[in-house]
């Protein structure tokens, strides 16, 4: 796996229009292309008149004018570098209601409203198409949904719920069921982009979905659509990329949606695991770090969404995060929540990295070249080894003038007082040979079972 440095979280938000259960009085105002003014009701600002408003910054914001299109855009880094060979996640998150699912998904039928997720698929298709290297390319699409702490295949039309995550090799998440074949989540081969959409659309259909006084067609479950793309390149290595794009369920209140009974229970699931992600993200960005290589706990097990998101936050991918908002002052607080999740989520450090297999024939080479170093390395460190033996006897030996002896003592307690002395360069070459030892050994025993990722 090849590091590319760091890089940070993108973080986007889309306002929508107001729709006919809200008031129209407004709390949210786009303040140019990445600023948006909040500006609370005055009941919540504690005091006479209207509060001062509240700016956020984000790398972009999206007025309710914008089109699918406008969206897409500035995904499309995040979708190209999956045929690089760097994994990529695309989430949309607001409160329920607030536009995520037509701004991930939208209207399929429909070109002009077809969302983030049909357009990534068709993108990735152009992108395989233009390819000119020779290259045979296997893409490969899992559509799986989060409900109620239950990971369900929503291609399998058994409908099985229960498959856990689990981590791979490079550090990945995937979805696996229990021990025995046909036990995973079902991931299919797919040889052109219609099948790919076909499939795709067929798994969203199976997700569950409710009425609510905030929504006719709410989500209850957090979606994961996974398309993996491998690359066969012709010199004999592989790339390969996963592109996850995520509709989180919003959260709710009970007083707002009217839920009871089972929708009740799915929206008190709903928050805990939104509840979870929070932490997370808090985790990651307290301490100005902002990754997860600084030693805190980064909660990642609290729930499945966070365990199955832990290559996104904070992990090797390329992610963009869409904060869907409501511009009205009726869901002035849920949307100030949503905004300061963004605002803190642009905190987030990923270390990206494309995941790259070697050829045996490259591996090997690879060893030879790394034996070839070591050997020099050796010789240098016997060399300096002997030098160092050569000046101790040198200084031991008799007959030497007690008065030089002295002022050179001298000299050299001055030059020590100035600079600390380096240390023993025969010293170095042992500590620098010992660990190429171990370094390429474990090359070879990587090399010798066809695994190593670079």
């Known amino acids: 796996m090849e590091s590319h440095g760091s890089s940070g979280t993108s973080v986007c938000v889309r306002l929508r229009p107001p729709n006919s259960r809200e008031s129209g009085v407004r709390c949210l105002a786009r303040a140019g292309d990445a600023a948006v003014a909040f500006s609370p009701p005055a009941a919540e600002g504690g005091g006479g008149g209207a509060p001062a408003p509240n700016q956020f910054t984000f790398n972009k914001v999206y007025g309710e004018g914008a089109t699918q299109a406008d969206v897409f855009e500035d995904c499309r880094r995040v979708v190209h570098g999956v045929l690089a060979g760097v994994n990529g996640t695309i989430m949309a998150y607001g409160q329920t209601g607030s536009g995520k699912t037509h701004t991930l998904i939208g209207d399929v039928t429909h070109p002009e409203l077809r969302g983030i997720v049909p357009r990534a698929v068709q993108a990735l298709g152009e992108g395989i198409a233009a390819d000119a290297s020779a290259a045979e390319y296997e893409v490969r699409l899992t559509v799986v949904e989060i409900y109620c702490e239950r990971v ?15 981590q791979g090799r490079d550090g990945g998440m995937f979805v696996e069921g229990a021990p025995g074949p046909g036990r995973g989540a079902t991931e299919v081969c797919v040889t052109d982009e219609a099948q790919l959409v076909g499939l795709m659309n067929a798994g969203l259909a199976a997700r569950a979905v409710t009425a609510t006084n905030m929504n006719a067609t709410s989500s209850r479950s957090h979606c994961i659509v996974t398309v993996a793309v491998e690359k066969a390149c012709p010199d004999g290595s592989t790339v ?3 592109l996850r794009m995520v509709d989180l369920a919003g959260s709710e209140r009970q007083d707002k949606t009217g839920a009871a009974g089972q929708t009740l229970v799915e929206g008190s699931q709903i928050n805990r695991s939104l509840s979870a992600l929070a932490n997370v993200v808090a985790a990651l960005t307290e301490g100005g770090g902002g990754g997860a290589g600084g030693g805190s706990h980064i909660p990642y097990r609290d729930s499945k969404l966070t365990r199955m998101l832990q290559d996104s936050l904070g992990g090797s991918a390329r992610t963009l995060l869409v904060i869907n908002c409501s511009p009205c002052a009726d869901n002035a607080a849920e949307t100030l929540s949503s905004l300061r999740f963004g605002s803190r989520a642009l905190g987030i450090k990923n270390t990206v990295a494309v995941n790259r297999r070697l050829s045996p024939e490259a591996l090997q080479q690879q060893l030879a070249q790394a034996r070839a170093e070591l050997e020099a390395l050796r010789r240098e460190m016997a060399a300096l ?3 160092g033996a050569a000046g101790a006897a040198a200084c031991a030996a ?10 050179g003592a001298v000299a050299v307690s001055r030059a020590a007082a100035e600079q600390p002395p ?3 360069p025969w010293a170095v070459g042992l500590a620098v040979a010992a660990g190429l030892l171990l370094y390429f050994a474990l090359i070879e025993d990587w090399a010798l079972r066809g695994r190593l990722l670079v």
Request: hydrophobic share 40%; aromatic share 2%.
């Open 152 to 166: 369900r295949d929503l291609l399998d039309p058994l409908g099985r719920d229960n498959l856990a995550i689990k």
């Open 398 to 407: 008799p007959g030497r003038d007690a008065a030089a002896d002295a002022f």
């Open 422 to 424: 380096p240390p023993a």
């Open 240 to 242: 390969a990329g996963k």
């Open 385 to 387: 080894k002997l030098d």
